[in-house]
């Protein structure tokens, strides 16, 4: 099955800074990456996705890049604020066809500190 | 987000008791997914589940047991609940055309 790997586990950064999550992924055939963010306490929600056809995708301060070739994709996020802190998840799926399509695979999350 | 929501939120029971968890949302997604969540592992698939009737294992199923007679209610039972399933599980729910999936709020297991 797909196999995905995020680094750092955490990150602290200072506040303005730039913040960098890597993530790769085993299965060739998984074509969608979303990246959810969590606050403590809370439930996952999506920030930003991207597919297979597509090597990069930006949302304000917000960017994701993918690269099939190597098998990675990365959030980059611009002039952090205090409320960008949070815990990371990326994940990767498959949309194909029959009862496993949307199923998606984890990282083990990274944990952002945007100190002010 | 209000269209999924969970019960109880939080739980504490014993080692060896049954315990059901419930999903229900509003929105007539056809898939509806169970994660637990455990420092240092992410987020791990446990159940899915496709339409009504339609269940199969996720990642880490052993030890659950899940239904799905209706589209909107996904319930998760521990059926001899173990201390190393204390966690926190995730209900989520997608369209059938659409790749988003959306949380519930989670709900805290404590297995003592």
């Known amino acids: 099955g797909e196999n995905v790997e995020q680094h750092p586990s955490t990150l602290s950064v200072q506040e303005g800074d730039s913040a960098v999550i890597k993530c790769t992924y085993s299965?060739?055939?998984?074509?969608?990456f979303p990246w959810y963010k969590q606050e403590l306490g809370k439930r996952p929600q999506l920030i930003i996705d991207i597919r297979s056809n597509v090597g990069e995708k930006k949302d304000q301060r917000i960017a994701v890049t993918l690269n099939k070739t190597a098998k990675h994709f990365s959030l980059h996020i611009t002039e952090t604020q205090p409320e960008d802190s949070a815990v990371y998840f990326c994940?990767?799926?498959?949309?194909?066809?029959?009862?496993?399509?949307?199923?998606?695979?984890f990282g083990q999350g990274t944990i952002l500190t945007v100190h002010p | 987000d209000a269209g999924i929501t969970q019960s109880p939120r939080y739980k504490i029971t014993e080692t060896g008791r049954q315990v059901t968890l419930m999903c229900h949302q509003t929105?007539?997604?056809?898939?509806m997914f169970w994660y637990r969540q455990d420092l240092g592992h992410g987020l791990r698939l446990i159940y899915y589940s496709a339409a009504a009737d339609i269940t199969d294992k996720g990642e880490v199923p052993d030890g659950y047991v899940v239904s799905r007679s209706k589209t909107e209610n996904f319930p998760l039972t521990l059926e001899s609940a173990t201390r190393s399933q204390t966690s926190v599980y995730f209900c989520a729910s997608k369209a059938g055309y659409k790749e988003t999936q959306y949380f519930g709020p989670g709900t805290r297991l404590l297995v003592l």
């Open positions: 994940a990767a799926g498959s949309n194909a066809g029959g009862t496993s399509y949307g199923k998606l695979t």
């Open positions: 929105w007539s997604h056809s898939y």
């Open positions: 299965d060739s055939a998984s074509n969608y």
